[in-house]
């Protein structure tokens, strides 16, 4: 083995005389090394390349070949720029230390040999350099378009676009540029080791002054990049858990920031070092400066703030944390749009009156009777028709029929591919390729069998209000999954009709020619089918139709928007159209509390949402259309700033469009929980949680989902969101929150909050008095008993006026059908309960006009029987009637719900013959206090 020894004079490796070169080993297969490559490659790339194409050709058939190259060039650029970049950064750092290891040829490989070897290296991690960047297309755009948000954070005074546009690519080109120069520093560390190894040398190999300066230099950049990570984690500060509140708290502030700043500049002074140390000939001062760094990061990031959130914060909390919990509450209330809300104080008037119901009617004749649960096995038992037809879910809406506005529920009918019972592949493809129509129903009305009153109904669609559908088959829908081909030798199947069915071949614009021999290929590939390449039913005019799904349709194209789960159907202009909520979110709010939320097929954690825009696809051609509708949300307008004339504007949107958009159900639960806690705008009441809220529950304790409804809330009747609160620990409502969705007033938020010193029925506590009203619980196990499931409808809390009115519907279904049956109302408010088997019986019950009302059920005082002074027999059942008063309301306080039916039912016994024994008027039933659930 040829030994080198250190040359002092050349400062370099030499050779020591008489020693023998071993023999040369030369690599054998590259040849075949570069076949296999190549054909990997080539079988890797060829799937991209399908799909790449086939992607391309529907953009284009959606009119989004724009947004298509939008996506696409920043990341090929952002690739090749990264590879580029790191290749050279990487190889000019490698080949000279390559060169000055002198490794001999013979030792292992050629020199030539090494330089290819080290070639493809630098071009290995290069390309993986350039993967990693690629993913951060969408980062790079929004740095380069984002808008300002014309608000600076409290800390370091910068606007918010700051932290949401241009921190997130600073923050990643830091975090790659130092992993490039990491991994030069390795490359070169590595020659230079293996060089020594090589020459015999025994550890630790002594450096070249040329080695020393090249690792010097990548060593100090590599510090300089880490100060500004250091300078960087400043801004993460206001992301801080820490303290009370989410955003930077007073130890964030007091003792991590000073920390950060001195780490900083320690980290800076030890790059400078390094270099100085090159003139010097020595690394002394540095390696202090490295030493204080480290003892710096333990002591001034790990101790000492943890002694001063001990010691100086957690004694005084409030005091400390104040100003930090007040731009909590502020940017957390701006960040998910409840700034601007409506707080109203709402002074109840307990009892409902047949004046307010009259001046009320289109509130009372849009009470809705129907649970989207309960409707939807309705729907499929009467309107399915054929077992391959299936309704999704059923949707709420509104129409103004010739002046005549009403709430509505509709399903669409689509087709359900696994009921058909010969699958074949024309059948699934060429044969069923679409749902027809619609169901539809006023959400009050009631046939006198328990049925919905179905207003658009059968095949083909009939209807009973003036609606006209130019086009009712449904090629894109919910449940669409599979695709279709249409224009071909095989008639579609449109409905069936007498003994036969009805045939249709496709009219629309939807779709993809696929009658050119390539695409059949292309097609076949990609879908992974070779019966569509062999088919003799295409011709040269046929389509496929891919991507049906609404929910994936709208997303494909806009993947930066978060697609809402839920789009409901819409008669607009004579078409089905899907209408879909989309928002713009991020996580990057500083200050505001983060959430986690699912919506549609998106789970991620945000601090910042806006519904900013509104989708539609054409149920029949599956044109998508995409609509602004909050033009001032920034996050929207760098989107459009980078995807121009994909989202048109406002004033696009038609009027029998503008009729059919409502407030999204998904943002109006966020803002919910977020409001919970947040209307306590007060620091030391939100420090303490003196008044957390939750959404109303039923007496499984299940929440109330947010639900539509028509109600006045101001001069006319509108349709509105609503979802009413109650104190944590409590049942009685503590507020109603509404948002609105009619013209000019849509995505207005209005609270409306109850005295506290007023007792509100909460849906839970309804449930408990129906449950104990003797009529009502005699019935509901008498149902039971002869095999009938009693199915509860949802308690839906209505305001009427200033008076607040409870609905529950009671459903009745046989153990041997699916078909349930509304047979009874349930009403109620603070002048009783009452039943009936119309909406319209148990409203006349419960305001007097016709049978009397029921036990009572809200009061803002615990009414006590007075003892009359009376004598004799009376006057015993009058001191009785009290100590069965006071029995009821300790069962009501221990939650003995058997015992306070006993009490009530003696209680009503006993004031019964006190009427008789003194033969006066009807003393009424004592109220029901407040059942404390």
């Known amino acids: 083995m040829k030994r080198f020894i250190w040359n002092p004079n ?51 058939e959606v009119g989004a070949s724009q947004a298509f190259w939008i996506r696409i060039w920043p990341q090929a650029l952002l690739f090749l720029v990264a590879s580029v970049f790191s290749f050279l950064a990487l190889y000019l750092n490698w080949r000279p230390a390559l ?26 991690f290069a390309l993986f350099q350039g993967a990693g960047a690629r993913g951060h297309w969408e980062e790079a755009l929004l740095f380069l378009n984002g808008t300002s948000f014309s608000v600076d954070d409290p800390l370091f005074g910068k606007d918010l676009s700051f932290y949401i546009f241009r921190l997130p690519f600073i923050a990643f080109l830091r975090q790659w540029l130092q992993g490039l120069l990491v ?57 801080s858990p820490r303290g009370v509140t989410f955003g930077a708290s007073y130890t964030d502030v007091f003792a991590e920031l000073p920390a950060l700043n001195i780490l900083t500049g320690l980290t800076v002074a030890l790059a400078l070092l390094i270099l100085v140390g090159l003139s010097r000939k020595t690394w002394k001062y540095a390696g202090i400066v490295l030493g204080l760094w480290a003892l710096a990061n333990i002591a001034l990031r790990g101790a000492y703030p943890g002694v001063i959130q001990k010691y100086v914060v957690e004694p005084n909390e409030f005091q400390r944390e104040r100003p930090f919990i007040e731009h909590n509450i502020k940017a957390t209330l701006t960040a998910y ?82 009921q058909l019972q010969n699958p074949t592949w024309v059948n699934r ?174 789970a991620r954690s945000i601090n910042y949402i806006r519904n900013s825009v509104k989708v539609t696809v054409d149920a029949y051609d599956g044109t998508v259309s995409f609509y602004a509708v909050d033009e001032k949300d920034p996050l929207l307008r760098a989107w459009r700033k980078i995807f121009p004339g994909l989202i048109q504007p406002a004033e696009a949107i038609g009027d029998d469009l503008r009729a059919h958009l409502r407030y999204p159900r998904d943002l109006f639960r966020i803002q919910g929980e977020i409001f919970r806690t947040y209307h306590m705008g007060d620091p030391n009441t939100f420090y303490n949680k003196e008044d957390v809220w939750t959404p109303a529950q039923d007496r499984q304790g299940k929440a109330v989902d947010p639900y539509y409804l028509m109600m006045r809330l101001e001069e006319t009747s509108e349709f509105a969101l609503i979802s009413p609160f109650l104190p944590v620990g409590r049942n009685n409502m503590i507020s109603w929150l509404a948002a609105r969705s009619d013209g000019a007033n ?38 039971s008993q002869r095999g009938s499931d009693v199915i509860r409808g949802n308690v839906l809390v209505i305001p009427i006026d200033r008076a607040i009115l409870y609905v529950q519907p009671l459903y009745l279904k046989s153990e041997n059908s699916d078909l349930p049956e509304l ?38 005082e615990k009414v006590l029987p007075q003892a009359p002074s009376l004598s004799g027999e009376a006057s015993a059942l009058a001191r009785q009637a009290q100590e069965a008063w006071e029995a009821s309301q300790r069962a009501l306080r221990e939650a003995d719900w058997e015992g306070y039916g006993r009490t009530m039912t003696r209680l009503e016994a006993l004031l019964r013959s006190l009427v008789e024994a003194t033969a006066e008027e009807p003393v009424q039933a004592p109220a029901a206090a407040e059942p404390e659930l």
């Open 10 to 60: 050349r400062g370099d490796w030499a050779p020591q005389e008489g020693e023998n070169r071993p023999g040369r080993k030369a690599l054998h297969g590259l040849s075949l090394a570069a076949l296999v490559i190549s054909a990997f490659l080539l079988f890797a790339g060829g799937p991209t390349l399908v799909t790449f194409l086939t992607e391309l050709l529907w953009y284009h």
């Open 99 to 124: 060169t000055r290891t002198a490794l001999p040829d013979e030792m292992v490989l050629s020199s030539k040999t090494q330089r290819r070897l080290l070639f493809l290296a630098a071009l290995a």
């Open 183 to 239: 991994l030069a520093f390795g490359g070169v560390a590595l020659l230079s080791a293996l060089g020594g190894a090589s020459r015999g040398l025994q550890l630790p190999f002594p450096l070249s002054r040329t080695e020393k300066r090249h690792l010097s230099l990548l060593g100090a950049a590599i510090a300089l990049l880490w100060a500004l990570g250091f300078l960087l984690a400043r801004y993460d500060l206001l992301y």
């Open 337 to 418: 749009d409840l700034h601007d809300l409506t707080s109203t104080a709402f002074e109840p008037s307990l009892t409902v009156t047949a004046q307010s119901l009259d001046a009320n009617p289109d509130t009372v004749r849009n009470i809705r009777l129907w649970d989207e649960d309960t409707l939807l096995r309705s729907y499929r038992q009467l309107q399915e028709i054929r077992s391959y037809y299936d309704f999704g879910g059923v949707d709420i809406d509104r129409y103004d029929f010739d002046g005549d506005y009403r709430q509505v529920m509709l399903a669409a009918r689509e087709l359900d591919l696994t």
């Open 429 to 602: 493809h060429l044969e069923f390729t679409h749902g027809y129509g619609l169901v539809m129903n006023p959400v009050n009305e009631v046939t006198t069998t328990g049925q919905p009153v179905l207003w658009v109904r059968d095949l083909p669609p009939r209807f009973s209000v003036p609606l006209t559908l130019e086009r009712p088959q449904i090629y894109y829908g919910e449940k669409a999954s599979s695709y279709a081909l249409v224009r071909t030798t095989v008639h579609e199947f449109d409905y069936p009709m007498g003994e036969g069915n009805a045939r249709t071949t496709y009219e629309g614009k939807g779709g993809i020619p696929v009658g050119s021999l390539w695409r059949r290929i292309l097609f076949s590939l990609r879908l992974g089918d070779s019966e569509l390449f062999f088919s003799d039913a295409l011709t040269k005019d046929s389509r496929i139709l891919i991507y049906r799904n609404v929910l994936e349709r709208v997303q494909r194209i806009v993947p930066f928007l978060i697609v809402d789960g839920d789009p409901y159907m819409a008669v607009v202009d004579g078409r089905l159209l899907w209408i879909v909520d989309a928002y713009t979110a991020t996580g990057r709010y500083p200050y505001s509390e983060p959430v986690n939320v699912r919506i549609g097929r998106s």
């Open 746 to 783: 849509y995505g207005e938020l209005l609270l409306y909050r109850f005295p506290k010193q007023t007792l509100v029925y909460g849906p839970a506590q309804i449930e408990a008095l129906i449950d104990q009203n003797p009529e009502i619980s005699a019935q509901l196990s008498l149902w």
């Open 823 to 860: 047979k009874r109302v349930i009403v109620a408010s603070g002048n009783g309960i009452a039943w009936a088997e119309t909406l319209e019986g148990a409203l006349t019950a419960l305001v007097g006009k016709g049978a009397a009302p029921e036990t009572p059920v809200a009061s803002s």
